[in-house]
């Protein structure tokens, strides 16, 4: 890897891990989620980074991929709390995340997934399969008598690329593919008191532009423009209302989703409503391997 890019990795990694402290610290019984997750992304903008997708919050036995809209009212209370923060530097990014348990019910269940993180990142060097790393996972967090989501898995980084190759399990899944040097890899464990199968709920609040024509009418053209600046990085529904207001943000949504624009990105939930914990770092893969969103 280029010294410069290695340099953005770092930063990004750097950043994302601040802004992932500073909002687990706001994870607090009466908090509004969507107030931590605008001051998290106004962390990452303080501190000179990108947001990689909008930051997320998803509760209990919701995995992933549940992010405030403008009149999400939903006040943080005795909750199993994930938040999940993407940053990016010139498109370098570095993906991140953690679980608060604020039921005081769940510990061993947020230990499960971080301790399964970290059994996992201690062996990923190049040459290791992508099976050991679900291995481990999958070994340690039935230790604690608890399922790995097996449909949610880590992913490679790519540049303004967030899941791109290789799909990194959290099970033994018989993949045979091995890591390489200078691979940027997240891996991110989950463990659920459920059935370890999340399926989607609706709506999405989460999309990626996909697609850039088809549409003609101006309002929807415009937030078309303002969509392309995150050149292909998923957005939040909430980012358009704040700039374009509900109605014209319902509107152009609609008519993007018609003409196949948009690929979204819907809660999931764990299938038989278990509870979910979640955790997550980035790395580049060596013989010494960088974990660079490591505070
Ligand atoms: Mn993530
Ligand atoms: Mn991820």
């Known amino acids: 890897m280029e010294p410069e890019t290695l340099q953005k990795y770092i930063q990004a990694g750097k950043i994302a891990a601040e802004a992932l402290e500073y909002g687990k610290s706001l994870i607090k019984p009466g908090a509004k989620v969507k107030d931590v997750l605008e001051k998290v992304e106004a962390k990452i903008a303080e501190l000179g980074g990108k947001p990689a997708f909008p930051a997320q919050i998803s509760l209990n036995e919701f995995a992933a991929h549940s992010c405030s809209d403008l009149n999400d009212v939903t006040v943080l209370d005795n909750q199993i709390v994930k938040l999940d923060v993407g940053v990016h530097i010139d498109g370098c990014i570095a993906d991140t995340a953690l679980t608060v348990d604020l039921s005081g019910k769940y510990e061993e269940l947020v230990k499960a997934s971080r301790e399964a993180?970290?059994?996992?990142?201690?062996?990923?060097?190049?040459?290791?399969?992508?099976?050991?790393?679900?291995?481990?996972?999958?070994?340690?967090?039935?230790?604690?008598?608890?399922?790995?989501?097996?449909?949610?898995?880590?992913?490679?980084?790519?540049?303004?690329?967030?899941?791109t190759k290789p799909s990194v399990p959290n099970f033994d899944n018989g993949n045979k593919n091995v890591l390489t040097e200078g691979q940027v890899i997240a891996i991110e464990p989950f463990a659920s008191t459920g059935s370890g199968m999340v399926q989607e709920s609706s709506p999405a609040t989460v999309f990626t532009l996909i697609k850039d024509s088809g549409v003609r009418d101006p309002i929807t053209r415009t937030v078309l423009l303002e969509l392309k600046k995150q050149k292909g990085l998923p957005f939040a529904k909430r980012w358009l209302e704040q700039k374009f207001g509900v109605n014209k943000t319902n509107f152009a949504l609609k008519h993007l989703i018609t003409a196949e624009c948009l690929h979204p990105h819907p809660p999931l939930f764990d299938s038989a409503r278990g509870m979910v914990s979640q955790a997550e770092h980035s790395v580049i893969v060596g013989e010494k391997s960088i974990v660079f969103t490591r505070s």
């Open 117 to 163: 993180l970290d059994n996992a990142l201690k062996i990923v060097k190049p040459g290791v399969t992508l099976a050991e790393i679900g291995k481990v996972i999958h070994e340690t967090i039935t230790s604690y008598g608890f399922s790995p989501v097996k449909n949610l898995s880590g992913h490679g980084l790519g540049e303004y690329e967030i899941h």
